[in-house]
């Protein structure tokens, strides 16, 4: 599996807001983490649920700076900036996005630090 176009694509489509094909790369039971980063979603329609309800809450865009293939999955770090509604800055800095993977899709997604992988 090539990891590098996956993690491309997966954010391309994710800056895009494209729901459905982000759910194009995930495992029908995928657990997905979500803010705070204790918290998983598990499964596809609860992720989308959830997708909706943030989506005027934040305004989120990832740039991958590197893939790493690793045993079950990839880590990705990229460089995360999170605004407001109104455009204020909230973040900007390197984020770790661990995914787990199962029959070629994702069925795991954990946020961790960007020297973790």
């Known amino acids: 599996m090539d990891y590098e176009k996956l993690a491309h694509n997966l954010y391309k489509k994710f800056n895009a807001r494209d729901v459905d094909a982000v759910a194009g790369f995930l495992h029908p039971q995928v657990e997905w983490v979500n803010e705070p980063k204790e918290i998983h979603v598990q499964g596809l329609e609860n992720l989308r649920e959830s997708w ?52 070629q899709k994702i069925i795991r997604c954990d946020i961790v630090d960007a020297d973790a992988g």
């Open 52 to 103: 909706v309800k943030q989506k005027g809450i934040a305004i989120v865009h990832f740039d991958v700076t590197s893939v790493t293939p690793k045993e079950g999955g990839f880590f990705v770090v990229v460089q995360e900036k999170v605004w407001t509604p109104e455009k204020e800055l909230l973040f900007d800095g390197p984020v770790g996005h661990d995914y787990k993977v199962k029959d």
